[in-house]
């Protein structure tokens, strides 16, 4: 008779290896959104190219520089933010586990989107806390940015594949 903890471990196992893919994925669009986004502000005409050099010329003799970084709290990072609460959502919605959990179950070992997806952020290189997930979760669940049609069939799509 198989382990029931064993399972519950496979479907972790799993469902943070889904969370993984989904937020490199996300995140691989938006730099190619990026990357775009660039070329298509690169001048096209020889008109346009001189007016840029003239412009870069003309910093260049002024000695201008960008401004300093302001003090104080750094900048929030917006986008990596919204990757993480689309993810949360997508375990949410397509896993049907809950967005958090209390300290009890945390000793417990009972999974939550929040904890799967600070185990994929782990995985990925960005160490982040669990509590951490939950704060971003709780400041974005409710934005239209991280709802979209890729974050709803993600779930579904990539276990079709795996089973296959």
């Known amino acids: 008779m198989p382990d029931p903890a064993a399972t519950i471990n496979l479907d972790v196992k799993e469902l943070t290896e889904i969370a ?4 490199c994925e ?3 669009q938006e730099l190619n959104e990026s990357i775009n986004a660039h070329f298509a502000w690169q001048p096209t005409t020889a008109e346009e190219l001189s007016i840029e050099l003239s412009i870069a010329r003309r910093i260049s003799e002024l000695h201008l520089r960008p401004p300093a970084r302001k003090r104080g709290r750094p900048l929030q990072q917006r986008d990596c933010h919204l990757r993480i609460a689309g993810a949360v959502a ?3 919605e397509d896993a049907g586990l809950k967005a958090t959990r209390s300290h009890l179950a945390r000793r417990r070992d009972d999974p939550s989107a929040c904890s799967i997806v600070a185990a994929a952020l ?3 290189g960005e160490h982040l806390a669990e509590r951490t997930v939950e704060h971003i979760w709780n400041r ?3 934005s239209p940015l991280i ?3 890729g974050a709803r069939d993600y779930a579904r ?3 079709y594949r795996v089973s296959s």
């Open 122 to 124: 782990d995985r990925m």
């Open 157 to 159: 799509n990539h276990r």
């Open 26 to 28: 996300r995140e691989w």
């Open 147 to 149: 709802i979209h049609q």
């Open 90 to 92: 997508m375990l949410v």
């Open 140 to 142: 974005y669940r409710r």
């Open 20 to 23: 993984y893919q989904y937020l």
